[in-house]
């Protein structure tokens, strides 16, 4: 296969990333991006056809993988659809808020025997896939202590809360694969502690704006996740690693390397804004690893399973934080 | 320590007598004290004296700080005062009874880069105060004869987190729990301690903490700080004996945090003994004092409760009142 063809299911936000992003990389090709609730006046450039069906895209056998970047509760019967119509599967996340309802659409794409990729682009991060490294090759040893912050710019939109699945489902649940990343560990134990410190609207709504999350992996090993969903200095994004022989550590990225030193202190620039800038280079490496896995025939570096247990891991946070005790993750 | 502080660096103390069962008489010659001891009734019975440093293993603690109030003398104890509240409530009315001055010994309070850290808080540069996270790892586990009668570590180890986590919050803990395992050396856990741990917190005002500690990182003794509030956040990084970095095609180096506690927090203690020393004199408050310690042991105490029910427990409610110890 030497160009693969690409049908977009979603013309949002990070569905127009992902097709900008593909525009730039050689042999691949976008050829359909296909979305109900968009008109397409401005936007995909040309070349590129439109539809407000899916099923336009899934029943042209000329496209070999699509991209699905459409609503959370559309995931997972448009991967079954794909995976029917023989398509490889790139799923952003969550591919549902239900891990029954993930495992049947798992079990489909075994049955098709295509590939599924999940979203979680952090994974794909160079700095964070360092630290990953860096675990492999035994810098730190053995695994005792993983700290993740993780802090947005700005809280959401109240309405976007509401729909988000809480904070564990929608924010946490990048850290949860975080931290199951960084340690090739499995999650066996959470406790979240979680508090309305932001916008009492947030706490209306049902949910949390700030949480502390103590994870317990197998063999032992401890996590602990900070979540904010609001640092007035920007996108707050730190991971470390310590263990038996030292430790590793990523810091923010800001968007360039000086500090103006003056009496009144020493100044840098905040960290890169918000998601967009802070992974810009990761969304376009999780595609090229996706359409590499295809070419070569090999598994996904974050596979469906990856999917479900950061899944199973938020529910049981979500669940530990309303009944205040420490629950055990279901395994898969 | 302390004694070499007060003989070197506080010129408005003079130590007279030093106290222990294994003292080495050539090293107080060579400090200058003149009354060399091995027991605590030679000190105590000394009217000359008005002061008492109190550096006992801490079952002694409280039981010391009795007799010296008793002797009219005032008094700094290391922490942790004791390993439950009964004895703190104890030598706390003992003290108010002698009207004399009792500080415990929790020496970042006075280090210089936390104090201008709470500074921040108070000032309101970061807003208000919504998560606190605290790094706690010493540079090598100690030997289990000490883990044995350490009290384990809430007691001896994090009970300074406790501390720090009301010291920047300038809250009071609500409810804790916490998550830990033996992760370094198996003997610590044949000891009935943890040596790895995770401890969050809930405060009064509604902040949480998270704190993590262990009792070894092979790269030296880190210590590092933050609270994030509505307004941004503030952070002490660690610290180090030197500042300069190795560049070479083998990567860039610089150098490890400092080795231990002596090192890093080294004017922190000269600080803390000489705000003793001034509020012996009547010349300002103490750092830190009977219901700091207290707050800081119901704390540790919740917290091992935590780990052995695994469950989040709240903390009791302080009954004593009395001349309050905090001053910040």
Same mark, same amino acid.
């Given at each position: 296969?030497?160009?693969?063809?690409?049908?977009?299911?979603?013309?949002?936000?990070?569905?127009?990333?992902?097709?900008?992003?593909?525009?730039?990389?050689?042999?691949?090709?976008?050829?359909?991006?296909?979305?109900?609730?968009?008109?397409?006046?401005?936007?995909?450039?040309?070349?590129?056809?439109?539809?407000?069906?899916?099923?336009?895209?899934?029943?042209?056998?000329?496209?070999?993988?699509?991209?699905?970047?459409?609503?959370?509760?559309?995931?997972?019967?448009?991967?079954?659809?794909?995976?029917?119509?023989?398509?490889?599967?790139?799923?952003?996340?969550?591919?549902?808020?239900?891990?029954?309802?993930?495992?049947?659409?798992?079990?489909?794409?075994?049955?098709?025997?295509?590939?599924?990729?999940?979203?979680?682009?952090?994974?794909?991060?160079?700095?964070?896939?360092?630290?990953?490294?860096?675990?492999?090759?035994?810098?730190?040893?053995?695994?005792?202590?993983?700290? =993740?912050?993780?802090?947005?710019?700005?809280?959401?939109?109240?309405?976007?809360?509401?729909?988000?699945?809480?904070?564990?489902?929608?924010?946490?649940?990048?850290?949860?694969?975080?931290?199951?990343?960084?340690?090739?560990?499995?999650?066996?134990?959470?406790?979240?502690?979680?508090?309305?410190?932001?916008?009492?609207?947030?706490?209306?709504?049902?949910?949390?704006?700030t949480a502390i999350t103590t994870v317990t992996m197998a063999g032992g090993a401890l996590a602990v996740i900070e979540n904010?969903?609001?640092?007035?200095?920007?996108?707050?994004?730190?991971?470390?690693?310590?263990?038996?022989?030292?430790?590793?550590?990523?810091?923010?990225?800001?968007?360039?390397?000086?500090?103006?030193?003056?009496?009144?202190?020493?100044?840098?620039?905040?960290?890169?804004?918000?998601?967009?800038?802070?992974?810009?280079?990761?969304?376009?490496?999780?595609?090229?690893?996706?359409?590499?896995? =295809?070419?070569?025939?090999?598994?996904?570096?974050?596979?469906?399973?990856?999917?479900?247990?950061?899944?199973?891991?938020?529910?049981?946070?979500?669940?530990?934080?309303?009944?205040?005790?420490?629950?055990?993750?279901?395994?898969? | 320590?302390?004694?070499?502080?007060?003989?070197?660096? /506080?010129?408005?103390?003079?130590?007279?007598? @030093?106290?222990?069962?294994?003292?080495?008489?050539?090293?107080?010659? &060579?400090?200058?004290?003149?009354?060399?001891? #091995?027991?605590?009734?030679?000190?105590?019975?000394?009217?000359?004296?008005?002061?008492?440093?109190?550096?006992?293993?801490?079952?002694?603690? &409280?039981?010391? /700080?009795?007799?010296?109030?008793?002797?009219?003398?005032?008094?700094? &104890?290391?922490?942790?005062?004791?390993?439950?509240?009964?004895?703190?409530?104890?030598?706390?009315?003992? @003290?108010?009874?002698?009207?004399?001055?009792?500080?415990?010994?929790?020496?970042?309070?006075?280090?210089?880069?936390?104090?201008?850290?709470?500074?921040?808080?108070?000032?309101?540069? @970061?807003?208000?105060?919504?998560?606190?996270?605290?790094?706690?790892?010493?540079?090598?586990?100690?030997?289990?004869?000490?883990?044995?009668?350490?009290?384990?570590?809430?007691?001896?180890?994090?009970?300074?987190?406790?501390?720090?986590?009301?010291?920047?919050?300038?809250?009071?803990?609500?409810?804790?729990?916490?998550?830990?395992?033996?992760?370094?050396?198996?003997?610590?856990?044949?000891?009935?301690?943890?040596?790895?741990?995770?401890?969050?917190?809930?405060?009064?005002?509604?902040?949480?903490?998270?704190?993590?500690?262990?009792?070894?990182?092979?790269?030296?003794?880190?210590?590092?700080?933050?609270?994030?509030?509505?307004?941004?956040?503030?952070?002490?990084?660690?610290?180090?004996?030197?500042?300069?970095? @190795?560049? #070479?095609?083998?990567?860039?180096?610089?150098?490890?945090?400092?080795?231990?506690?002596?090192?890093?927090?080294?004017?922190?203690?000269?600080?803390?003994?000489?705000?003793?020393?001034?509020?012996?004199?009547?010349?300002?408050?103490?750092?830190?004092?009977?219901?700091?310690?207290?707050?800081?042991?119901?704390?540790?105490?919740?917290?091992?409760?935590?780990?052995?029910?695994?469950?989040?427990?709240?903390?009791?409610?302080?009954?004593? #009142?009395?001349?309050?110890?905090?001053?910040?």
């Amino acid at each position: 296969m030497s160009t693969i063809t690409v049908g977009v299911l979603g013309a949002g936000r990070i569905g127009r990333l992902h097709t900008d992003n593909l525009l730039r990389m050689p042999d691949v090709r976008v050829k359909t991006v296909a979305d109900p609730y968009v008109d397409f006046a401005d936007w995909p450039p040309d070349g590129i056809a439109t539809s407000a069906e899916p099923e336009f895209v899934l029943s042209d056998d000329e496209i070999d993988a699509v991209l699905i970047c459409s609503p959370t509760p559309t995931h997972a019967p448009l991967t079954e659809a794909a995976a029917a119509a023989g398509k490889h599967v790139f799923c952003e996340k969550p591919i549902d808020l239900d891990p029954g309802r993930i495992r049947r659409t798992l079990d489909a794409v075994d049955r098709a025997g295509v590939k599924l990729q999940v979203g979680f682009n952090r994974r794909f991060d160079p700095t964070f896939a360092r630290v990953r490294q860096a675990v492999v090759a035994g810098d730190v040893g053995e695994v005792h202590i993983v700290k =993740i912050t993780s802090r947005d710019p700005q809280a959401p939109p109240v309405s976007y809360v509401r729909s988000s699945g809480g904070i564990f489902l929608d924010m946490t649940i990048h850290d949860f694969d975080m931290v199951r990343f960084l340690t090739g560990l499995e999650v066996v134990e959470v406790f979240a502690m979680g508090a309305v410190l932001i916008d009492p609207a947030i706490g209306d709504a049902g949910d949390v704006d700030t949480a502390i999350t103590t994870v317990t992996m197998a063999g032992g090993a401890l996590a602990v996740i900070e979540n904010s969903r609001q640092a007035v200095y920007g996108y707050d994004q730190r991971v470390e690693v310590f263990g038996s022989s030292g430790s590793a550590e990523a810091g923010n990225e800001t968007p360039n390397r000086v500090a103006v030193s003056s009496a009144a202190g020493v100044r840098t620039d905040n960290p890169l804004y918000f998601f967009l800038e802070r992974y810009q280079a990761s969304f376009v490496a999780e595609l090229e690893a996706f359409f590499t896995c =295809i070419r070569d025939d090999r598994e996904p570096l974050v596979s469906g399973r990856d999917g479900l247990m950061s899944v199973l891991v938020g529910k049981a946070a979500a669940r530990s934080m309303a009944e205040s005790r420490p629950v055990r993750v279901e395994q898969p | 320590m302390h004694t070499e502080i007060l003989v070197r660096a /506080i010129p408005e103390a003079r130590v007279k007598a @030093v106290a222990s069962p294994h003292l080495d008489r050539s090293w107080t010659r &060579c400090l200058g004290i003149p009354v060399a001891a #091995t027991d605590s009734a030679t000190v105590l019975g000394d009217p000359e004296i008005e002061a008492v440093v109190i550096a006992t293993p801490s079952d002694r603690h &409280c039981e010391l /700080i009795e007799r010296a109030a008793a002797a009219g003398k005032h008094v700094f &104890c290391e922490k942790p005062l004791a390993f439950e509240a009964g004895p703190i409530e104890a030598a706390h009315r003992a @003290v108010l009874e002698a009207g004399v001055v009792l500080q415990v010994g929790f020496n970042r309070r006075s280090d210089p880069s936390l104090v201008d850290l709470v500074g921040a808080v108070r000032a309101g540069l @970061v807003g208000d105060v919504q998560t606190i996270r605290i790094t706690n790892r010493d540079p090598k586990a100690p030997p289990i004869d000490f883990v044995k009668r350490s009290g384990g570590l809430f007691f001896d180890f994090v009970i300074h987190d406790l501390d720090t986590a009301r010291f920047l919050s300038g809250s009071e803990i609500v409810e804790v729990y916490a998550a830990g395992g033996v992760l370094i050396d198996d003997a610590i856990g044949e000891a009935g301690d943890i040596d790895t741990a995770v401890v969050s917190l809930r405060l009064a005002n509604g902040a949480l903490t998270i704190i993590d500690a262990s009792r070894q990182a092979v790269y030296g003794y880190d210590q590092r700080f933050e609270v994030l509030g509505s307004a941004g956040s503030v952070a002490v990084d660690n610290l180090r004996p030197s500042a300069r970095v @190795v560049s #070479t095609s083998g990567g860039v180096v610089g150098c490890t945090p400092y080795g231990g506690f002596v090192d890093r927090y080294r004017d922190a203690f000269i600080a803390e003994l000489r705000a003793f020393v001034a509020a012996v004199a009547g010349d300002g408050a103490v750092v830190a004092g009977a219901d700091d310690a207290l707050a800081a042991v119901r704390a540790a105490a919740a917290a091992r409760s935590s780990l052995a029910e695994r469950r989040p427990v709240r903390v009791e409610a302080p009954t004593v #009142t009395g001349a309050k110890g905090t001053s910040s």
